[in-house]
């Protein structure tokens, strides 16, 4: 399994000022720990409790039909183009990023195994758009769309413009190159892919989009460019019942939320940078902002009380980032838990020649690359606690789909359990929905009227203000 190395978030590392005595800590909640992680697994089967995403390793009819349809379309389609956003892209990119060969898209048919390549739309910026759509033949494109509600104007405006052209290519044949993944029953996507004819993959209920990458959401990109799906699954069912071990001490997620809880609010450290020491790794930090932030910035507790928590999450790469951000975490305010990801054995070995030996470069001579970037990785971390700087290391043995299931589910429940701790709905997002209002009125979205007149209003008077 994964593992995770705490030691550098230690007083006796760090100081006690800065440092954490988590045998004391871990003692002291073992009551509270037992109590989350029973209730967590007690109420996962109920509805409205949207915990769903903790059943979703163990749906074999839903994994029967993702890789029936794979096998399906197979050699159909020279790409796949998924529209969606947020919890809807984010996840699927992070596991083609990993598990695919690097640079897939740019690797021959027959390099990439007969699998089609894979592009990700998960913006409206016009010019990504015309970009993509002037280099991608869409007649030999298959278009995954995903949206639970239907609503979402951003992938919507996406399919309408991408419906528009597949039609005028290949007329009603265009059915063929579409697959809609949203609501089972409801919906605008869900009506139109039931009037249309679409293959549809349904998004569970009670699963939100930050915690359905198992769901089809995820699995349905991943199993049309080839990735093993089956070891997926399984690496979900053993850090599930890892993590069923209401034992603190035995429960990496649990520990892993408890220490990110007190960091916060015992020792003021705020900010969680996620820093993977693997270009393979580079989306898991996206798809790990997304969760972080919007399950625990919260306005309001579940008692009702105003208390605007939540630990602002950073994406960060090694070793690219130890030359553009470790200058601020080493010596700028102490706020910030580093959390690094670690790969134990790479799928390669890239030897460095012994060249140059008349330079200073000649200790580098024969050493590899591989050596060379986990120096790196333990050079930042002992740094860090020179100046006395926490921080945590995830250790993955390999990157395959089953340690990547493994890390993402431990990740998901640790948000869980952190959730409960802050005692915040860790499943909603109304900060969100609010913004997304704000659209829909100013595009004049039908049931807005009221809200637009509104926000015009404000927005006429934070312009006169800025303007005086």
Not at 160 to 172: A, F
Not at 176 to 181: D, R
Not at 318 to 339: A, C, F, M, P, W
Request: with cysteine.
């Amino acid at each position: 399994m994964i593992t995770v190395d705490y030691k550098n978030v230690l007083n006796t590392t760090i100081g006690d000022d800065f440092g954490l005595n988590l045998d004391l800590e871990f003692a002291s909640y073992a009551p509270k720990i037992d109590e989350i992680i029973k209730n967590l697994n007690f109420n996962k089967d109920k509805q409205g409790a949207y915990l769903q995403w903790m059943n979703l390793g163990y749906n074999e009819e839903t994994l029967w039909y993702v890789k029936e349809y794979a096998a399906m379309v197979e050699g159909r389609f020279d790409n796949v183009l998924v529209l969606g956003i947020g919890g809807s892209a984010l996840g699927a990119r992070a596991f083609c990023n990993a598990l695919l060969k690097p640079y897939w898209n740019m690797l021959s048919k027959e390099e990439r195994g007969g699998f089609p390549r894979i592009f990700f739309l998960d913006n409206i910026d016009p010019d990504e758009i015309k970009g993509l759509l002037d280099v991608l033949d869409l007649s030999k494109t298959l278009v995954n769309v995903i949206t639970k509600s239907g609503s979402t104007a951003e992938t919507m405006s996406q399919f309408m413009i991408i419906k528009d052209r597949l039609q005028s290519l290949l007329g009603d044949d265009y059915r063929k190159n579409i697959v809609a993944t949203t609501d089972k029953q409801t919906g605008i996507l869900r009506q139109i892919a039931n009037e249309e004819g679409y293959k549809t993959f349904v998004v569970p209920d009670d699963v939100g989009g930050r915690f359905s990458v198992f769901s089809p959401v995820g699995l349905v990109p991943m199993a049309l460019v080839g990735i093993d799906i089956d070891e997926v699954i399984n690496g979900i069912k053993v850090m599930d019942l890892s993590l069923k071990n209401t034992d603190i001490n035995k429960n990496i997620a649990a520990k892993n939320a408890l220490i990110h809880y007190l960091m916060d609010t015992k020792k003021g450290h705020y900010i969680s940078v996620m820093m993977p020491y693997s270009s393979r790794l580079k989306y898991v930090s996206d798809w790990f902002v997304q969760l972080w932030a919007e399950s625990l910035g919260k306005e309001i507790d579940n008692n009702g009380n105003i208390v605007n928590v939540g630990p602002t999450p950073i994406k960060a790469l090694g070793v690219t980032d130890q030359h553009s951000q470790i200058q601020l975490y080493n010596e700028g305010k102490h706020d910030k838990l580093i959390t690094f990801i670690r790969v134990d054995e790479f799928d390669n070995t890239v030897c460095i020649p012994s060249i140059f030996e008349y330079t200073g470069l000649n200790y580098l001579g024969g050493k590899t690359i591989n050596e060379l970037i986990n120096a790196e990785a333990d050079a930042t971390a002992v740094s860090l606690c020179d100046f006395k700087r926490p921080n945590i290391t995830i250790k993955l043995p390999k990157v395959n789909a089953y340690y990547m299931a493994e890390l993402f589910y431990m990740l998901e429940v640790q948000t869980a359990i952190a959730g409960e701790l802050y005692n915040i709905n860790p499943f909603n997002q109304p900060g969100v929905e609010q913004a997304k209002n704000y659209t829909y009125a100013l595009m004049g979205r039908s049931g807005y009227e009221e809200s637009k007149l509104e926000l015009q209003e404000k927005m006429g008077l934070k312009k006169e203000a800025i303007s005086d």
